[in-house]
């Protein structure tokens, strides 16, 4: 869904990890995403079969140690596909704001002029 309307960008908590133990709302926003950004500790690897058979995945993963995609680059991407109006889902692990780098991404989208959703997850700290 490309043009010159900008997209918009729904920022995810993932829960702890499981895909049964994402809201209702955050599982619908992901089957109607044309972009998701996930990270390693979001339940990427179960939801292939959720997303429709278009939608790009992309894996921003961070492992310790090893940091392939800097956090500038993980928001550059958001906006980037936002501009060319795309509905993209960034799928976070737990809570977007729970030792998390969501209010990074929020600000970067909004400076963009991109609108933002938010979904909270439930942090693994806080499942337990």
Same mark, same amino acid.
């Given at each position: 869904? *490309? !043009?010159?309307?900008? !997209?918009?960008?729904?920022? &995810? %908590?993932? %829960? +702890? =990890?499981?895909?049964?133990?994402?809201?209702?709302?955050?599982?619908?926003?992901?089957?109607?995403?044309?972009?998701? #950004?996930?990270?390693?500790? =979001? /339940?990427?690897?179960? &939801?292939?079969?959720?997303?429709?058979?278009?939608?790009?995945?992309?894996?921003? !993963?961070?492992? /310790? =140690?090893?940091? +392939?995609?800097?956090?500038?680059?993980?928001?550059?991407?958001?906006?980037?596909?936002?501009?060319?109006?795309?509905?993209?889902?960034?799928?976070?692990?737990?809570?977007?704001?729970?030792?998390?780098? =969501?209010?990074?991404?929020?600000?970067?989208?909004?400076?963009? !002029?991109?609108?933002?959703?938010?979904?909270?997850? #439930?942090? *693994? *700290?806080?499942?337990?």
């Amino acid at each position: 869904m *490309s !043009g010159a309307v900008p !997209g918009r960008v729904a920022l &995810i %908590g993932g %829960g +702890p =990890g499981p895909l049964d133990l994402l809201t209702v709302r955050a599982l619908r926003l992901l089957r109607a995403a044309d972009v998701v #950004i996930a990270d390693r500790l =979001g /339940p990427a690897a179960e &939801i292939r079969a959720e997303l429709r058979p278009d939608a790009l995945l992309v894996d921003v !993963g961070k492992r /310790p =140690g090893h940091h +392939p995609v800097p956090q500038e680059r993980i928001s550059a991407l958001l906006v980037e596909h936002a501009l060319a109006g795309r509905a993209v889902v960034r799928l976070k692990g737990g809570d977007p704001f729970v030792l998390g780098r =969501g209010g990074e991404e929020v600000l970067a989208c909004r400076a963009a !002029g991109i609108e933002v959703e938010v979904v909270p997850g #439930i942090s *693994s *700290s806080l499942a337990v």
